[in-house]
């Protein structure tokens, strides 16, 4: 494969300067009072950037939808939560294998969902989405039921437990710079060219040679692993999972993460995640039961005004300011 995975000086600088924004976080949030409780929700935020980073892969470059992606992250949650408090079985080993289950199911799934296109691709995500839900729900033995599963056990590292928020922020955030890194990758190589030219005209990338089943199965397992790696994480840090934190409106939440930062650009769905993991953790408790017309107005907003996400306000701004 050729790959191209910095071809632009512009992808390093972000890099460096997104990794050195997230070192600095935790002194700010030490210092700066207003800070001092965000630390928090950024781990909640990272953990939902994982997944938005692969589901950007999957729409915004493959421009396959999907309804079903909390479903993977309920997949990685529960394997880590089950096999940890019921067999004893080290967290890091309890990720890869929710890595395994979940690339495993999404070529079982994705083999015939992704023959079909739009809406009927779209129903067929939601609709695995739902049979994993009851599944969660109905397993009491094993799941906890709609009751939940406790007691799930911390994660450490070389032998040091990541008990603190701190410490599990840095672990988090690493995960993201490796999502980022692993997908700048994948864009910039033949792979990359061969899921924009998918998402351009299928019949048109077919002519020229594509592979068109292998690059959409690929894709659709690595944005499931994604998905599964951070349900992981988010296992390990609540110590506590419901099936209602991997039903569908969570798969919904996903969708408004990326469509808000951008569905064409990584740092979109990062950004996306940020600012509606702040909004539902911080700000949105205020309007109560109003909470899903506040998730229906800013879809609008951004689709009439930003139909490419926030992350193209910069290059409007650069415009209007040449002119």
């Not at 068109?212 to 690929?218: E, T």
């Not at 999972?241 to 798969?251: E, I, Q, R």
């Not at 109003?290 to 930003?306: P, Q």
């Amino acid at each position: 494969m050729d790959r191209l995975p910095f071809k632009k000086n512009r992808d390093i600088l972000h890099l460096t300067g997104f990794s050195l924004g997230l070192l600095l976080f935790p002194w700010l949030a030490q210092h700066v009072s207003i800070f001092s409780h965000y630390m928090d929700v950024m781990v909640f935020a990272g953990i939902y950037s994982i997944m938005t980073i692969g589901l950007c892969l999957l729409m915004g470059y493959a421009g396959q939808i999907s309804l079903g992606h909390a479903a993977f992250f309920g997949l990685g949650a529960y394997i880590s939560g089950v096999v940890t408090t019921k067999y004893g079985i080290n967290p890091w080993l309890c990720l890869l294998m929710g890595m395994a289950v979940s690339s495993v199911v999404a070529v079982i799934i994705g083999a015939p969902s992704l023959k079909l296109r739009g809406h009927y691709l779209a129903m067929a995500t939601l609709a695995f989405c739902i049979i994993i839900t009851i599944v969660f729900n109905e397993n009491v033995e094993l799941t906890g039921g709609p009751d939940g599963l406790a007691f799930i056990p911390g994660m450490s590292l070389m032998g040091y437990p990541l008990d603190s928020i701190a410490k599990y922020y840095y672990l988090v955030w690493g995960f993201v710079l490796l999502s980022l890194l692993i997908s700048l990758n994948i864009i910039r190589s033949r792979v990359g060219r061969a899921m924009r030219s998918i998402h351009g005209s299928e019949l048109a990338a077919s002519a020229m040679g594509v592979n068109i089943s292998k690059y959409k199965i690929y894709v659709f397992v690595v944005s499931a692993v994604m998905a599964s790696v951070a349900g992981s994480l988010y296992a390990h840090y609540l110590n506590f999972l419901s099936p209602a934190s991997f039903d569908l409106f969570v798969s919904i939440k996903l969708l408004i993460m990326i469509i808000l930062g951008g569905m064409h650009s990584v740092w979109g769905a990062v950004v996306g995640a940020a600012l509606i993991t702040f909004l539902n953790y911080e700000w949105l408790h205020y309007f109560e039961e109003a909470e899903g017309m506040i998730y229906g107005l800013i879809i609008l907003v951004i689709i009439i005004f930003l139909p490419r996400g926030l992350v193209s306000v910069p290059g409007k701004v650069r415009r209007i300011w040449t002119r």
